[in-house]
RNA sequence: GGCGCUUUCGUCUAGCGGUUAGGACGCGGCCCUCUCACGGCUGAAACACGAGUUCGAGUCUCGUAAGCGCUACCA
């Protein structure tokens, strides 16, 4: 029987959601929505230690920012609460007695004080079926001495019972079959005594099972430990109804050496997380996508096209695309490289798909930081037309465009050495003089009747029109000339000229 | 050390036995042009290595190497 596609993100509320980990919650959803399928967000808070309080709402927040939306979770609510695990205590406890009871499971008193004391004994130390027999241990002791022990309030954890000598298979719908012995396996912590609280292992199966997912997605750090959780729903007798898995290849960092960690960000000068993040302990402060000017859906889009394409050359594709495109064999099975170079074209490219009146109301608050106020909607929106090709960030705005909002108090040196000679002054008064005449200032009319004025006297045009930039835009860069003559008005580009023709000296 | 995964231009990737090995980012050139961009065209740039299977291998198999991951009472 086809069951409903079911998959889950489950971060662990440590600290900021990392890019790496918006890529898998990306192709969970992306895959559940394929499948008219439900995705979830729980909450993996099963380490105390590691809690970071604000680490909830700042991954609710990014998800809200990106466009991925949960089905079920802590916000949306769902049938198959509680969706924090920590609030899911007598559950494992529960399931970690009937493994107990079945004998897949036992009690094990060894403080990790003595764990660590056995590892610097014996080289390449592992509690499994080889050592177990030598260790303090529900297996070695008698009942009474057991239960004793714990009615005297000693803590112990509970392990899982690994029969070695068994080829686990893991399917994996990206990479295959993947087989290994189960020899090689330890007898994993399920129970903590630290915290009272299950591991990432037991509790992830319980929940998997409890939630009917379908479909397990995840990063390839946790590909070896899936033949451990294929023994866990065997050892539950599950087997039935588990999911498939596919471990995703990581995001390695750009400069070489291992896979994108939270601290690369700033070092490389990108952000690593969707939002900016204030860390509550050290009051570091990491950068953000959003708040570097970044659009979600190019973020969407660039993490997409890392470790998935659709089958052909078409690289800018919406949500809706991707969703219909998706599917796990064009994922790919080694690492990606974060190329932030290639994300700023992403973001160009979205915006250049933005209509030039939102883009000038994302450009309203930089004016206003400047102390430039601009009420005149219309004139702005064309401004940002001018120079919007221009631009990979919302932010570019500013140096491409501030001519219009600022006269130049310097010249680029550059551009003065090379397009201020002699004679420039005489040229730029007559020029003046040819622009007083001009009755329609705007763009078309004016150029033809300087182009015509250029031409008929004989001048280079190239000359003309680049002293002519120099003064109103202070260096040789920037819109058809016209087109910022028009925006500025005839007495502001003639103030601009006179301007220039006092202050731009040659270099010596 | 052990176990596992991976390996096509600098980077992201297409390729699923026969291709001039394609696209994109970045880089160079040309065109457009008053400048800088955009855009268009274009150039340089890759099958890790070695065996084997096959008429034929980037594609299949094995080995080697390299990279990465895991190896906690963290996830």
Not at 3 to 21: D, N, Q
Not at 171 to 192: A, C, E, H, Q, T
Not at 214 to 229: D, M
Not at 268 to 285: A, C, M, N, Q
Request: include cysteine; hydrophobic fraction near 40%.
């Amino acid at each position: 029987m086809e069951r409903k596609v079911r998959v889950r993100f489950a971060p662990s509320p440590t600290g900021p959601l990392h890019i790496g980990g918006v890529r898998t919650a990306l192709f969970n959803y992306l895959f559940a929505r394929r499948h008219g399928g439900d995705i979830i967000l729980r909450i993996e808070d099963t380490d105390s230690n590691r809690f970071v309080p604000g680490a909830e709402d700042y991954i609710n927040e990014a998800f809200a920012w990106l466009g991925i939306k949960f089905d079920e979770g802590v916000r949306e609510g769902g049938n198959y609460g509680p969706y924090r695990q920590s609030e899911r205590r007598d559950i494992y406890r529960q399931y970690v007695k009937q493994l107990l009871d079945n004998g897949k499971a036992y009690i094990a008193f060894d403080t990790p004080e003595e764990l660590e004391a056995k590892r610097a004994e014996i080289a390449n130390f592992q509690y499994d079926a080889k050592t177990r027999g030598m260790m303090r241990n529900s297996l070695t002791m008698s009942a009474d001495e057991v239960k004793q022990r714990i009615d005297n309030g000693e803590k112990y954890v509970v392990r899982f019972l690994i029969e070695p000598n068994h080829d686990v298979t893991v399917n994996d719908l990206v990479r295959g079959k993947v087989v290994i012995n189960s020899s090689i396996l330890d007898d994993k912590v399920l129970y903590k005594s630290a915290d009272d609280l299950p591991t990432y292992h037991l509790a992830n199966i319980v929940d998997d099972h409890l939630m009917e997912v379908t479909h397990v997605i995840r990063g390839e750090e946790w590909l070896p430990s899936a033949p451990l959780h294929v023994l866990l729903y065997e050892a539950f007798g599950w087997a039935d109804t588990m999911p498939e898995f596919v471990h995703l290849p990581l995001l390695l960092k750009p400069d070489g050496k291992g896979k994108l960690s939270k601290r690369d960000g700033d070092r490389l000068g990108f952000p690593v997380f969707p939002l900016e993040w204030h860390d509550p302990k050290s009051g570091d402060v990491a950068s953000g996508y959003r708040e570097s000017g970044y659009l979600p859906q190019a973020v969407i889009n660039f993490l997409a096209l890392l470790g998935w394409n659709p089958g052909n050359d078409q690289e800018i594709l919406s949500m809706d695309e991707l969703i219909s495109l998706f599917s796990f064999e064009h994922c790919s099975k080694s690492g990606a490289k974060f190329d932030f170079e290639k994300g700023k074209w992403f973001n160009h490219k979205y915006l250049q798909e933005m209509s030039d009146e939102a883009l000038a109301q994302l450009y309203l608050p930089i004016l206003e930081e400047k102390g430039i106020k601009c009420d005149d909607m219309a004139k702005l929106s064309r401004i940002v037309s001018l120079v919007k090709g221009r631009i990979n960030f919302v932010k570019d705005l500013w140096e491409q465009s501030k001519f219009f909002f600022e006269a130049p108090t310097t010249y680029a040196e550059k551009d003065v050495r090379k397009r201020w000679k002699d004679g420039m002054p005489e040229l730029m008064e007559a020029l003046i003089g040819v622009l007083e005449g001009i009755e329609d200032f705007t763009s078309v009319p004016s150029e033809e009747i300087v182009l015509n004025w250029i031409t008929t006297n004989g001048y280079h045009m190239g000359n003309v029109m680049n002293a002519f930039r120099l003064t109103v835009v202070g260096e040789c860069k920037g819109p058809h000339m016209f087109d910022i003559t028009e925006i500025l008005g005839k007495e502001e580009t003639i103030r601009r000229i006179r301007t220039g023709i006092a202050n731009i000296k040659l270099p010596e």
